[in-house]
Every structure is written in structure tokens, then in C-alpha cells.
């Protein structure tokens, strides 16, 4: 190739990934004014460039969000900066580098590292809508824990019955009713395979597409309904303004709707039918099931709460309920605890929790925390939390810890930066390198899930020899037990890292907010975690069967 | 807009459905011209919303591709002005003979990305990987760098490698169906 032509395409390139310097982009510049052949190149490659967008955009809506490479990149490697000691045929030196990656997608198998935690850094999704609304959702394969509040990346929803709500980033709102398939393709479009769907569609929003199996809407401002049932032909009803819809039969010209007008299409025969607005939830009634589901769970949890208090082996049990507005201590709940083992809260303020009236803390500054004492050495330990996590400051932002980081035994339990839930144990003396044995899950916290309430759990069963986490209620890892090692929590804090004298302590705090923790002495089976979850979950309804199953 | 408003409503669900028709190349033309892509997004809706509002004006049987077009050019050249910060764009006398060029070219987008599809399985992993990142997850090469471990000059190289690589495989697949 001559010299200026490989120029100008290696310019061009340029252009394409955002990396011109100024001096370059005006080198292309008088290339491409000078030269009609600059131009043509120019396009030849601009449309590769065009179509492989075109391409990119229809991947990653036609892949099932389920697919974790699909929703997040995959941590950078930094060889360097992991300094792990890997016992012997449990992780291969070779994987070092690529450990992230090999979690990533081992998602059940977890990892385990001796000593100092590498660094990585947390890529947020590409989201173009918000889930702003669920009710009694139950969800198809693929959407499982998918929450209200969870920013939603271009992808499919499924969804067995329940009705939700999704906010478009440019302004849509469409109300889906189950059993339903809806793909959102892009921040102003969205194809609905089965199911029943109303959008209200603000100006900003205007263009706003759904694309069914027989005909495409695009909207002109207005509010309407789609039915694709899973036999027989799809109806458009318009209720407010006009629409305009593209049927995908052999005709291909356009027909517009008005208020009150509705549509059957079959292939090429469109059938005009009565405008149904009844068929249809609209938002107020959304809401308005919201409301009474919510207080519903909110009843059925507090009577499952009065039952879990009496478990034999709880250590501790907060509700995070005040007495008071101006409450700064909380309750121990557990039944059989030692006498005084009551927390008193540092810092932190009150708040709204998972449900409307019910209470929760936030922690904001690096001070927060809540300690109590839980004195004595386990061979088993459970955690559970409903959390929120809001952001991931630092390093470790932990959710409880012990206060003497220096003893033996010593446990942390926090999210880490890269959204993993994660468990540290003091397994030697400082400066010896396997002085500590840490337990990551693959990343959990990311965009989507920063901001919604969630239900952690981690389990240490000394006689199953297994370490597993979980995340609203189904397990994400589990890793063999590598210490010896009976576990201490001691002076434990809630929300921030054990202050020890000393040495400077490292920044820990948790930032967001905390509703309901347990500690439990001993190992809480799969089913058990299951089945508290379900009674605790703020966005599904279960039976009082269920409940009661759990107490 | 509203019903009221628009005195011919079949005209503009008629304009809108053509819009919709033509929307990958309307976008990939924005692309050539604009690298950011939230930026063409936003330009793409502004053509949407002029092109709505002067639905009347356009006179059907003629050729919608041209009028969209132009119209697309002069939204883009306003949100460029209105944001002279930006360095991921051209000057105006460059974007006007670059339009002028590819006013009469059609894109058979459809065909295009047909062959596409297949040539991507093609591409060799490391490539295949930054080529997902940067059109599916529209990541920048920065960003790619960081996630890849690689320098920003290597992700460089290996996009522009694939793209020569898939427009090659576009013309030679495209030839033999034609």
C-alpha cells in the first residue's frame, strides 16, 4: 500500500475510535477536501464502521441478559499486583493473571486468595431503562433477580405473571403484564414477543418503537397498548393521540391510528376492532397494587421475624426497627443471646428501609458503624444482611468485622471494590504471607444492582469443610475451608472495619444502608437461607406456608 | 405531537414508518461523521423529531433518502456548533463534501449486515474481543485498553486490523452474491 493511502486509513481509524490529536484530524481534513478518492475510501470504511454498530446494537439486544460477558467487561488482569500463594492443585500458577476472568465465569466455583487482595477496577453497565415498578412479578428463566430500582441494559425480560413498570432513558414508560417476553433494544425502542404491554410516551420520547411479531408502532406522543398473545394474531389499541404502525406483511405502508381506534393484524389482513382500554393496567394501578402488595410483605415479615428471633443459635438478630426517632441503640433480638449484648450506633442516621415503614441505616461517613459484642470462637458462623449497597469507596467496605484485626481467628465480611461479597479471616501473624485466607463471590454489585436492596448471606461450615455465598437467597460460590482456625468477631462493628490500636487502620466503611442483620454460630443449610429470603423479599409475595416453613 | 396539532396524521405516520425503514443507514451515516456514539444517538432523535414536524413538507414518490439525509447533515452540523469542545468531529466544509460524496450511494444495510454476521465469526479471539467491546458494549479504546490489560495503541491496532479484515470479507462475500 503507498505511503499516503496507509496514512489517510490509519487516520480514518482514528477518526472511528475517538483517538484524533487535533494536528491529525486536520491532516485528514485537507486529505479528505483534496481528494475524491479520500472520500470514497473514507465511506468504504465508514460503512463497516456503520454496519458493525448496526451489528453491536443487535447483539446485545437479541442475547439473553442473563449472559454475564454480555453485561460487564471483564476485570483487567494485573499480574503484577496479585501476589497469591495458591495451595497446591487448587488453582494452577498459570491462571494467576486470568484468575478475575476465571471466576467471572465460573461464577459457582468461586476463588480463594492467601494474603493481599488485588485491585480491579468496576465497570458500570450500559443501562437504558429503570424497572421503576414490580408487582407479585415472578420471573422467567434469564430475569431472575431482577428488582425494582435495577437499571436495566439492553436485553430481554421474561416474565412469568405479575405486572411491572420500565422507565426508557429517553423519557417511555411502558407497563408490562405476564406471562411476557420484551426485549429492550435500545433506550427508545423494545420488541414484545408475548405478552401485554401500555406505554405513555412523554414528548422527549417521542419515536418511541415496540416491534411485535406481525407489525411495528412508532409512536407520536400518545398513549396505546400492545397484546401479543401466545396463539392468534397480535391488536394495537391507541388510547390518547396517534401512532403509527408498520405492519411486517407484504403491504409495508404505514397506517396511522387515533384515539380510540384499535387494530388485529394477521399477516396481511388487519382488522379494525373496539378500542379496549380496560384490557390494559395503566400506572395509577400499578401503583396502587404496589402500595397494598408492600404492606402485605411488610405484615407477613414481621410475623416471620418473631419467629427467627427464637432461634437457638442466633448470636445476634437486629431488625434495624428505632424505638425512636432519636434511637441510638438497637435491640439484640436473639432469644437465647448473652445478657447486654445490645448495639449502640456511632454516627449513621435513620432512614426509610427495603419497604415504606420500615427502618434502616445509612452509612455515609468513614466513621459509621455499629458495634455490639459477640464474644467467644466458632468453628461455623453465618451471616445474613439486607443490604443496599450505594457506592464502592474503598478497598474493603465492610459489612461486619471484628474489632482486633491483629487476632488469630479475627473475621471480616464486606463487599469488596469490585462488587464481590467477600470473607477475610486472619489466618497468621502479620508479615507471614499467607496471614490472611480471603473468599470472594465473582462480582455482584455492579450498575444494575448498586442502589437496590438485596439479601447477602455467607456461610462458614466447618463440617461440610465449605465456605458458600449467596446472594438473595441462591448461592453464588462455594470454596473449600483452607484454615485451621476457630473464628472470632469479638467487639464486632457493623457497616465499617474493626478500629485496632496501633498502627494506622485502613478506610472500610460500608456506604449505604443496612435493614435487618444476623449472626448465627452455626451453619444454615441452602434451604434455610432459601426460604429466609423469600420471607424477607421486598419485592415478592410468598405464602404464609412459606413463612411458617421457615420459622 | 398531538392530533390537533398535525392537520395530516396519515402523512405523518406514513414519513415516520419510511424513517424507521431507513433508520441503519440513517444512523450509520451520523456514525461516519460523528465517532461518539451517545452523540449520534441524540443527533439521530433530533433528526426523528425534525423530520416529524415537517412530515407535510415531504412529497411522496420522491426520494425520502435525500430529504432524510439532508436534514440529518443539518442537525448534526447544529449540535456541532453547539458544542465546540468537542474534538470528535469535523469541520463543516469537510462534512458538506463528504454528504456531497455519499448523497448518491445507497446502503443495502440489510445484505451488509447479513455478511457481517458471518465474517465476525472470522475474526481471531483477541480481535473478536475488542470488536464486542467497542460496537456491542460501545466502549472506548481507553476503556477497552483497561479491560484487556492492552495499551490504547494496541487496541488501536487490533480495530483497525478487524475492520480492514471485515470490510475485505464484505466486499469479497458481497461480490459473490451480487
Redesign the interface.
Known amino acids: 500500500m503507498p505511503l499516503e493511502l496507509a496514512r489517510l486509513?490509519?487516520l480514518i481509524?482514528?477518526?472511528?475510535?475517538?483517538?484524533?490529536s487535533?494536528d491529525e484530524?486536520a491532516e485528514l481534513?485537507r486529505m479528505?477536501?483534496e481528494s475524491?478518492d479520500a472520500?470514497?475510501r473514507?465511506?468504504?470504511?465508514?460503512?463497516?464502521?456503520?454496519?458493525?454498530?448496526?451489528?453491536?446494537?443487535?447483539?446485545?439486544g437479541r442475547k439473553d441478559g442473563a449472559q454475564a460477558h454480555?453485561r460487564v467487561?471483564?476485570?483487567?488482569?494485573?499480574a503484577a499486583r496479585i501476589r497469591t500463594m495458591h495451595r497446591p492443585g487448587e488453582m494452577p500458577s498459570t491462571v494467576n493473571p486470568w484468575w478475575p476472568l476465571a471466576a467471572a465465569a465460573a461464577f459457582v466455583i468461586g476463588f480463594f486468595v492467601w494474603t493481599s487482595l488485588p485491585s480491579q477496577?468496576v465497570?458500570m453497565e450500559?443501562g437504558v431503562a429503570v424497572l421503576t415498578q414490580t408487582s407479585d412479578v415472578v420471573w422467567g428463566q434469564g430475569s431472575e433477580g431482577t428488582r425494582a430500582g435495577s437499571v436495566l441494559a439492553p436485553g430481554w425480560l421474561h416474565v412469568k405473571s405479575g405486572v411491572l413498570q420500565v422507565e426508557f432513558s429517553?423519557g417511555a414508560r411502558v407497563v408490562l403484564e405476564g406471562p411476557a417476553d420484551f426485549c429492550l433494544t435500545?433506550?427508545?425502542s423494545g420488541e414484545l414477543t408475548r405478552g401485554r404491554l401500555s406505554a405513555v410516551v412523554p414528548e422527549p420520547a417521542?419515536?418511541f418503537?415496540v416491534r411485535t411479531p406481525e407489525f411495528?408502532v412508532?409512536d407520536?406522543?400518545?398513549k396505546f397498548g400492545c397484546v401479543v398473545p401466545a396463539k392468534g394474531a397480535p391488536e394495537l389499541h391507541v388510547f390518547g393521540?396517534?401512532?403509527?404502525?408498520?405492519p411486517d406483511g407484504a403491504t409495508k405502508?404505514?397506517?396511522?391510528l387515533?384515539?380510540n381506534e384499535a387494530v388485529r393484524v394477521d399477516g396481511d389482513k388487519i382488522q379494525a376492532i373496539p378500542a379496549d382500554p380496560q384490557a390494559f393496567i395503566d400506572e395509577e394501578e400499578l401503583a396502587l397494587r404496589d402500595r397494598h402488595g408492600l404492606h402485605e410483605r411488610l405484615l407477613a415479615w414481621q410475623g416471620f421475624s418473631r419467629g427467627f428471633s427464637q432461634h437457638r443459635d442466633l448470636l445476634a438478630y437486629l431488625d434495624f426497627q428505632p424505638s425512636g426517632e432519636s434511637a441510638r441503640s438497637l435491640v439484640n433480638l436473639a432469644a437465647h443471646a448473652p445478657a447486654g449484648s445490645g448495639a449502640a450506633i456511632v454516627g449513621c442516621d435513620w432512614v426509610e428501609g427495603r419497604w415504606p415503614g420500615k427502618g434502616a441505616l445509612e452509612f455515609k461517613r468513614t466513621d459509621d458503624r455499629v458495634r455490639m459484642n459477640a464474644p467467644g470462637n466458632f468453628a461455623s458462623l453465618t451471616f445474613l444482611a439486607w443490604i443496599r449497597v450505594d457506592g464502592l469507596p474503598n478497598r474493603i467496605n465492610a459489612l461486619i468485622s471484628g474489632e482486633n484485626t491483629e487476632r488469630l481467628g479475627e473475621t471480616q465480611w464486606y463487599v469488596y471494590e469490585d462488587g464481590s461479597l467477600g470473607i477475610g479471616v486472619r489466618a497468621a501473624e502479620r508479615g507471614k504471607p499467607t496471614q490472611w485466607w480471603h473468599v470472594h463471590s465473582s462480582p455482584v454489585f455492579k450498575g444494575n444492582t448498586l442502589g437496590t436492596w438485596t439479601f447477602v448471606a455467607t456461610v462458614f461450615d466447618r463440617a461440610a469443610n465449605r465456605l458458600t455465598h449467596y446472594v438473595n437467597g441462591q448461592a453464588v460460590s462455594t470454596t473449600p475451608i483452607g484454615i485451621e482456625q476457630l473464628l472470632e468477631l469479638g467487639t464486632m462493628e457493623i457497616g465499617n472495619l474493626g478500629s485496632h490500636d496501633g498502627s494506622a487502620r485502613e478506610v472500610g466503611n460500608f456506604e449505604g444502608r443496612i435493614d435487618e442483620v444476623a449472626v448465627l454460630s452455626t451453619a444454615l443449610n441452602a434451604g434455610e437461607i432459601r426460604r429466609i429470603y423469600e420471607a424477607g423479599s421486598p419485592g415478592e409475595a410468598k405464602s404464609p406456608a412459606v413463612v411458617a416453613q421457615a420459622n | 405531537m398531538s392530533s390537533e396539532e398535525s392537520p395530516q396524521p396519515d402523512q405523518v405516520a406514513h414519513v415516520q414508518g419510511l424513517f424507521v425503514q431507513h433508520l441503519p443507514a440513517l444512523r450509520g451515516f451520523v456514525l461516519a461523521l460523528v465517532s461518539d456514539f451517545s452523540l449520534v444517538d441524540d443527533i439521530v432523535q433530533e433528526t426523528f423529531l425534525t423530520v416529524t414536524a415537517k412530515a407535510v413538507e415531504f412529497e411522496r414518490g420522491t426520494n425520502f433518502r435525500a430529504w432524510a439525509w439532508t436534514i440529518a447533515r443539518y442537525k448534526t452540523l447544529q449540535i456541532l456548533k453547539k458544542r465546540p469542545s468537542l474534538t470528535s468531529h469535523f469541520a463543516e466544509d469537510v462534512v458538506e463534501a463528504l454528504c456531497a460524496h455519499d448523497a448518491s450511494q445507497d446502503w443495502k444495510t440489510e445484505e451488509m449486515l447479513q455478511q457481517l454476521t458471518k465474517c465476525v465469526t472470522e475474526l481471531a479471539p483477541k480481535a473478536r474481543q475488542a470488536i464486542d467491546l467497542r460496537y456491542m458494549q460501545a466502549h472506548r479504546p481507553p476503556e477497552i485498553a483497561r479491560a484487556m490489560g492492552w495499551t490504547v495503541d494496541a487496541v488501536h491496532v487490533a480495530l483497525s486490523r478487524a475492520r480492514v479484515f471485515l470490510r475485505d470479507c464484505l466486499n469479497r462475500n458481497l461480490a459473490a452474491t451480487a
Open positions: 486509513e490509519y481509524h482514528r477518526h472511528f475510535d475517538g483517538l484524533l487535533g484530524r481534513e479528505l477536501l475524491s472520500r470514497r473514507f465511506w468504504e470504511l465508514a460503512r463497516v464502521n456503520a454496519v458493525l454498530r448496526q451489528w453491536g446494537q443487535e447483539e446485545w454480555l467487561l471483564p476485570p483487567a488482569p494485573r477496577p465497570v450500559r429517553r435500545s433506550d427508545n417521542h419515536g418503537a411495528t412508532v407520536h406522543g400518545t393521540g396517534l401512532v403509527g404502525m408498520l405502508e404505514t397506517r396511522s387515533r384515539a
